[in-house]
């Protein structure tokens, strides 16, 4: 009657106003935009009707252009109980010329919809729905209870009659209750949502929703308690926390987050499935077409239960701290008994370090027998020779474990000529390390004149004093390089990478899209800014550890350099040369590794998951060199060599995560690059870096394959080098035709894969060839070796366990997530974290000890394989 007297108004008087009590403000936006109140033009009659009308009752009415309907409704609503209402409506016609417009004005707001229910896809195509049912938003109510009204506006613009049914019910189970399931259906048209209040004593919690059901794709959000909810495709992404999910979701909620202590939970199913990985539906014929949705109806059940409190949290930072600082103490307690064994075995056999081994009777231990090489590499030393040459009969002295004897006198004046010897090989000595200007590349210290280098080279049994030649101080500072540069790559990497996640880490908290980040959803524990702590804090190991390692390094590094200083020949001309720069240059990169594992952990994704790869392809170069290091001190490569070798790996890695998914030709091309690499480095291994790397490298190798092999069917000349390289490049082709032919997503993984599998294989060549040679292993050094492997092979079932990936869309990922398994703080990857960390660091102690029973051997004895 109000908008029949104001049209009445209108008509009569066009100039003037048309007057409205302000409480029904939104019956005068219905007087304008249905009736054209207030137009300069007079619109056509339109009746209207109002109906009290009842909740749960169907009511079938038809509405055309002339008539409008109003569906009157009221409730109580109680501010300590919560009820949802649902309008639902069926547009029973087909072939709508408009359609029908439904308003439902609220006290505090107006929700509007048309049905059929055009929703858009991608690339603009259009899904209609004749039955759509919206929940009303419940605003907040300051009195203990009240009874309010809404009404339902029904219009079109159609001139024929349109049949339609509408429907008022109240929601059951509005209000989700802590810790119990409610199932539910959603569909494009019919979305849901449910509101849940935090209880007392309760700070987060986690949202899961799950289904049986991979697709349709849906949504779920998480929104303050406001009007109105976005509750559709469109929109949904507008406000709040919200995620893709197929069977899985799960989103962590703080109560610091909404201040009235409650939030709605909203489910809305997805019009199209690309976004969760589903197939692509075909273009529309023309741009207006309509395309039948079919029935993307979606069963689902939601839960809500209470995080961890802050206790958990302490829980989990004390048992990381004390796993990593137990290795601390029991590094402290191992060196603390080999000092006590060391000092305990001076006083039983007092040996002065700085005494020659003619002036203690001994030569350096060497009761090895070498396999094959016995026959034809074995040489002894000066002094073993003088001391074989004056041998009688009753006097002492050890020619490696036999006794011989040699005359008093003569051993007497062999002693004072060694003394002599020594002083003046220390005089030269002194006076060649003064020098300030000794660069590697100003002089080569191998006596040209008695052998070149060309020869020593390609004999056929090598030995370390061969290949250990050059000033130690040019080498030492060679070797320095190598730390100094892969601290400058780290400074250099690190900065721009902190930055770029913390960006990441604020775009998430702004905007609430959490399809940016693949975390395990399941096992995600915020604190502060970091939605995923708890994967951050388990690679405290790799730092921790490497700083472990560094400090080890650097003890061993002060030992020699005290031995050095004092002119102990054991460390002068035994065992195997001491080069540290190599050890600090893994430790700081193992370090590395746990930093910018950390950071790739903030918000892991595709577009960065090299930087939680990128010092592991480092450790694995650096890991190589080292083992070829140990025998082949003069011939290693240079630090910008190995660097510029370790970036072009990395380059690769970033071209193949960027290019690599499904190219052929880029597949091509790598396994082309993969397989001459390893042709020319197993050239370079084979011949001890006398082989010149340039254009004509491929038409010599042809030629000496065809001279030396095919025409005088002779085999190698160095048959154990062979044998490695061998199966190096069996494993290296085998691998580079696994790429080509599965063309696997990870790219970054396969390239790990690639670096990892040389590393054992040479690494067990070098086990191998060591025992093969009559060395032995330690016992420290056996125990560091049984344990790493245990270690290893625990770590790599939580690493296969897959929690998230990112090869996937972010929906597809989550239906891997799962539950905490430890302390219901860490799960099966933050294990990884842990497990690896331990292994690697268990890994560089077998490099740094592996070589202990040569300390007392002379170089000259110790065989380069």
């Not at 408009?98 to 505090?108: E, G, N, T």
């Not at 219901?824 to 990857?829: A, I």
Request: include cysteine.
């Amino acid at each position: 009657m109000l908008l029949r007297s104001c049209w009445k108004s209108r008509h009569k008087n066009s100039s003037g106003p048309c007057w409205i009590q302000p409480g029904l403000a939104a019956l005068l936006w219905l007087c304008v935009t249905q009736l054209g109140c207030g137009s300069g033009a007079v619109g056509e009659t339109k009746s209207v009707v109002q109906k009290d009308a009842e909740f749960d009752v169907t009511y079938n009415d038809t509405v055309t252009s002339e008539n409008q309907t109003i569906y009157a409704f009221n409730h109580t609503v109680s501010r300590n109980r919560t009820e949802g209402v649902r309008v639902s409506v069926d547009v029973l016609s087909q072939g709508l010329e408009s359609p029908i417009l439904f308003v439902v004005r609220q006290k505090q707001a107006v929700l509007s919809f048309q049905v059929p229910l055009i929703l858009r896809g991608l690339y603009q195509r259009k899904y209609p729905y004749n039955h759509v049912g919206r929940t009303l938003c419940q605003p907040p109510t300051r009195a203990l209870s009240e009874t309010q009204y809404f009404f339902v506006d029904v219009s079109t613009l159609s001139s024929q009659g349109t049949n339609f049914q509408l429907r008022v019910s109240r929601v059951e189970s509005f209000t989700l209750q802590t810790d119990k399931k409610f199932s539910f259906t959603a569909s494009p048209s019919q979305p849901q949502y449910f509101k849940y209040v935090f209880p007392d004593g309760v700070d987060t919690v986690i949202v899961k929703v799950n289904s049986d059901m991979n697709f349709p794709c849906s949504v779920m959000s998480i929104q303050d308690i406001q009007c109105p909810v976005y509750d559709l495709d469109n929109n949904v992404a507008f406000i709040g926390m919200y995620q893709t999910m197929t069977k899985k979701g799960a989103i962590t909620v703080q109560r610091k987050d909404f201040p009235s202590n409650s939030f709605y939970v909203v489910v809305v199913v997805k019009t199209e499935d690309e976004a969760c990985g589903g197939p692509l539906r075909f273009y529309p014929l023309r741009p207006d077409e309509l395309i039948d949705a079919g029935n993307r109806s979606k069963i689902l059940d939601v839960v809500v239960t209470p995080a961890i409190n802050s206790k958990v949290y302490v829980m989990g930072m004390l048992f990381c701290l004390g796993i990593f600082f137990s290795f601390y103490l029991l590094t402290f307690l191992v060196a603390c008994l080999d000092n006590k064994r060391v000092n305990k075995k001076r006083e039983l056999f007092p040996n002065p370090a700085d005494m020659s081994p003619a002036e203690t009777g001994k030569t350096p231990a060497s009761p090895y027998e070498y396999g094959s090489f016995a026959d034809n590499g074995s040489t002894l030393s000066s002094e073993a020779i003088t001391d074989s040459a004056t041998s009688t009969d009753n006097n002492y002295g050890y020619m490696g474990q036999e006794p011989f004897k040699r005359r008093p006198i003569l051993n007497h004046l062999h002693h004072i000529a060694v003394r002599i010897e020594r002083s003046l090989d220390s005089v030269g000595r002194s006076r060649q390390e003064s020098l300030s200007s000794v660069e590697e590349d100003d002089y080569d210290t191998l006596d040209d004149i008695n052998s070149d280098k060309n020869i020593v080279r390609t004999k056929k049994f090598l030995c370390v004093s061969d290949l250990a030649r050059k000033d130690k101080r040019v080498l030492s500072k060679k070797y320095q390089i190598y730390f100094w540069n892969i601290s400058t790559i780290a400074v250099f990497y690190a900065l721009p990478v902190i930055q770029l996640v913390i960006t990441y880490q604020t775009v998430v908290n702004v905007t609430g899209n959490q399809d940016i980040c693949y975390y395990n959803f399941l096992c995600a524990h915020p604190l502060g800014a970091l939605s995923a702590f708890n994967n951050i804090l388990s690679n405290l190991g790799y730092v921790m550890l490497g700083l472990l390692f560094l400090l080890i390094v650097l003890k061993r590094d002060i030992v020699h350099n005290r031995a050095m200083v004092r002119n102990d020949l054991n460390a002068l001309e035994c065992g195997i040369p001491k080069h540290f720069g190599l050890f600090y240059a893994m430790g700081t990169a193992l370090m590395m590794e746990g930093l910018l594992s950390a950071c790739y952990h903030v918000c892991p994704n595709y577009t960065n998951f090299q930087f939680d790869t990128s010092f592991m392809y480092m450790i694995a170069g650096l890991c190589m060199l080292k083992l070829y290091q140990k025998r082949h001190p003069d011939i290693n490569a240079s630090a910008y060599t190995a660097y510029a070798c370790l970036a072009a790996v990395i380059f690769f890695s970033v071209l193949g995560v960027v290019f690599g998914k499904g190219n052929t030709v880029f597949w091509i091309i790598f396994s082309v690059i993969h397989i001459l690499a390893t042709l020319l480095l197993s050239t370079q291994l084979y011949y001890m870096g006398r082989w010149r790397l340039d254009s004509g490298v491929l038409r010599r190798m042809v030629y000496i394959i065809y001279t030396d092999s095919i025409r005088q069917c002779s085999g190698p000349m160095y048959i154990d080098r062979m044998v490695l390289l061998v199966m190096g490049n069996i494993v290296n082709w085998s691998l580079a035709a696994y790429g080509l032919i599965e063309r696997p997503n990870d790219f970054a993984s396969y390239l790990l894969a690639i670096a990892i599998c040389n590393l054992l294989l040479y690494f067990a060549f070098y086990i191998i060839m060591k025992l093969r040679s009559g060395e032995r292993i330690k016992c420290l050094a056996l125990v560091c070796i049984l344990f790493t492997a245990v270690v290893w092979g625990f770590a790599l079932y939580f690493f296969f366990q897959g929690l998230s990936t990112w090869q996937k869309t972010p929906a597809e990922s989550r239906e891997h997530n799962r539950d905490c398994i430890l302390l219901l703080f860490f799960d099966d990857h933050d294990i990884w974290h842990f497990l690896s960390s331990i292994a690697m660091f268990g890994s560089f102690l077998v490099l740094l000890t592996m070589d202990d029973d040569l300390d007392t051997v002379q170089r000259d004895k110790i065989y380069v394989f």
